[in-house]
């Protein structure tokens, strides 16, 4: 919306050329989304223990501690990153851009399946909310659509093909089997974010991490020269979602304030199917699926380990794990909270780096 309204003043009024650039634009989204995150954080907090009494249900089968130390806290704070990173990115984007609406469908539409799951686990007092077939099914249909939007956006070249890491310019093209392929990203990385939900701090971070990572693919994936020099797939329009990564980062990092260790509010479905949703669908407008997997290397091994733990107990009889997804495991072991969380922050830095030396190393 800023770019639409004052680039057009520029020539009257010549620092409004700012508001050109996707690098000043994404810095400004990041620190309105952070400023309204930290302003909107407490009365809607209040406003959340006002309507959930006893707060967020807790998982009887799950780490002894957790019934003692996270009973009564609000959820459903992922409706304060949603809101913010919505409002955020209507601001800074062009409204003509695009890529800008398929984003927003994936992350209001996965938003709202999670928050008829917070809402009916509050409503049951059970960790129980909508089924998983109910959900899966949810986020298909609405994967779907974005998808077939962001095939239709993509240049010919690279309409059915998906890019691979440390080859240079090279596209594994699957023809009609690329839309399975995004669908199973999309719902796949909003579901192993999901997963990753577990401790305070834990998904938020990791979630910024991949975005920063994002951010700066899209916006050399935008660039012709950038694209060119790097040996990347230029994809005209995709420059502008670096500035939805600030938006989602800048929601993160007010968020974090009131997620960090002991939690305020936790973000809920809401937040976590939202925010993989909105990774996962960035990731398909700007062809580098596989280097998602990779950044974000953190939520596929939490999703490996609930995997890996039901399919051996189905077949053996016999736990892997001592709990998963794999940090209740380390509780299990007597990690303390923080020493998981701050362990697996150094592990997402340490893939996301692996994740940007792809770009060079082809």
């Known amino acids: 919306m800023f770019p639409d309204l004052l680039v057009p003043l520029a020539e009257h009024f010549q620092p409004l050329n700012l508001f050109r650039y996707l690098t000043f634009r994404t810095g400004g989204a990041v620190m309105t989304a952070l400023l309204l995150s930290l302003c909107c954080g407490p009365a809607f907090i209040v406003w959340l223990k006002s309507h959930q009494a006893e707060g967020q249900p807790i998982r009887q089968d799950g780490p002894e501690s957790h019934i003692l130390t996270k009973a009564g806290t609000p959820t459903m704070g992922g409706l304060l990153i949603l809101g913010v990173f919505v409002i955020t990115t209507l601001l800074w984007v062009p409204l003509g851009n695009a890529y800008l609406w398929p984003i927003l469908i994936v992350a209001i539409g996965f938003g709202g399946i999670g928050a008829i799951d917070d809402w009916l686990k509050l409503k049951n007092r ?165 280097v998602l997997a990779i950044t974000g290397g953190l939520f596929v091994l939490e999703t490996v ?28 072991k007597g990690w303390a909270e923080p020493t998981i969380v701050i362990r697996f922050w150094i592990i997402s830095v340490i893939l996301a780096l692996i994740a940007l030396s792809t770009l060079k190393l082809r």
């Open 305 to 332: 380990s609930v995997i890996l733990q039901v399919a051996s107990f189905k077949l053996t009889g016999k736990r892997i794990f001592l709990m998963a997804p794999l940090h209740h495991h380390f509780e299990k």
């Open 126 to 290: 059970s960790s129980a909310g909508l089924r998983s077939s109910q959900k899966f099914l949810l986020q298909s249909a609405l994967a779907l659509v974005a998808i077939i939007y962001l095939v239709e956006l993509s240049p010919a070249d690279l309409r059915y093909g998906i890019a691979l890491p440390f080859l240079k310019d090279t596209l594994l093209y699957l023809s009609y089997f690329y839309i399975p392929f995004a669908l199973v990203v999309i719902v796949g990385a909003s579901n192993a974010v999901n997963l990753t939900d577990g401790l305070d701090g834990l998904a938020i971070v990791p979630v910024m991490i991949a975005a920063a990572v994002f951010a700066l693919i899209a916006y050399l994936s935008g660039n012709l020269n950038f694209a060119d020099y790097l040996q990347i797939h230029y994809i005209p329009g995709t420059g502008e979602l670096a500035v939805v990564c600030g938006a989602l980062i800048g929601a993160g990092l007010g968020f974090l304030w009131w997620n960090a260790p002991p939690a305020k509010v936790f973000m809920g479905d809401t937040g976590s199917l939202a925010l993989g949703g909105t990774l996962g669908a960035i990731s398909v407008a700007t062809r580098h699926e596989l």
